[in-house]
């Protein structure tokens, strides 16, 4: 059960020109929950320096985690952190893994964020950090081998992959879903079960959803799933495992008009969680 809620207005992650319209969005986000239980976090407003490590604006990133797990060290309860960019989840799930380490990690995104800093187009951390959750190539973000293994990781959704991102994702064995798969309300419940795990951690990029369903949102993927799809497998899944920790990210409305339009799928999304 989330109760609390940890907003993280990070853009140094994204790869996208409208990478500070994750700010306007985390603030949307953080307007409509409850204040006496959320906490918004003071990011660097600076981009950060790459330092020659292949990820953009590394410095910054590396800052912003620290924050992260500072503040989650204060709560002992389940805390849904709100994006910002898809980074944010690195903090979060680290924090998660320590009180469960048999924690499963469930990525709904459009995207799987599997690239390395080897394979990246972009140099953007949003799109490495579930590489980098599974301790995957010695990034100065990766979290150590182990702490989340591959086979306790299950890519939901996703629909836009690079080609070093599948061959990534297949050599290791991670369990993926369709969108069509996920239509069969139980297919992310029984996904998690299979894994073992005793407890699971959900990140939901927007972008999982359809465009149709919420236009603020920087990389539209046309067939994505609606946000009814999306909270009947996020039931589903609650009553099949606890959610000890979970992630909203990507929201990046054009204007304050379309940030009300989306706020309702957003809210229908965060009760999903909370
Ligand atoms: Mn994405």
């Known amino acids: 059960m989330m109760t609390r809620y940890l907003v993280v207005p990070q853009w140094q992650g994204s790869p996208s020109s409208r990478a500070m319209q994750l700010i306007d969005g985390a603030q949307a986000i953080a307007g409509d929950l409850p204040r006496s239980a959320t906490t918004v976090l003071d990011v660097p407003v600076e981009a950060g320096e790459a330092l020659g490590t292949g990820i953009h604006r ?38 998660a893994a320590r009180r469960h380490p048999s924690l499963a990690v469930v990525w709904l995104d459009a995207h799987p964020d599997f690239n390395a800093t080897d394979t990246t187009p972009s140099g953007a951390f949003s799109g490495m950090v579930l590489r980098a959750i599974v301790g995957d190539g010695e990034t100065a973000l990766s979290l150590a081998p182990g702490v989340v293994a591959p086979d306790r990781v299950v890519i939901a ?118």
């Open 157 to 274: 959704g996703a629909r836009s992959f690079d080609e070093p991102e599948l061959a990534a994702i297949s050599e290791r064995g991670i369990r993926t879903l369709t969108v069509e798969s996920l239509r069969d309300a139980d297919a992310l419940a029984d996904a998690v079960r299979e894994t073992g795990a005793d407890a699971v951690y959900v990140h939901i990029d927007v972008d999982v959803l359809d465009p149709a369903e919420l236009a603020g949102n920087a990389h539209p993927e046309p067939f994505g799933l609606t946000v009814a799809e999306l909270t009947t497998a996020l039931g589903r899944l609650r009553a099949a495992v606890p959610l000890v920790g979970a992630t909203l990210t990507g929201y990046s409305p054009s204007s304050l008009a379309s940030a009300t339009d989306d706020l309702g799928a957003i809210l229908r999304v965060v009760g999903a969680l909370a």
């Open 58 to 95: 590394l410095t910054s990133l590396v800052r912003v985690r620290e924050q992260i797990e500072d503040a989650l060290a204060s709560f002992t309860e389940p805390v849904l952190t709100v994006g910002g960019d898809c980074g944010v989840a690195l903090g979060a799930v680290a924090h």
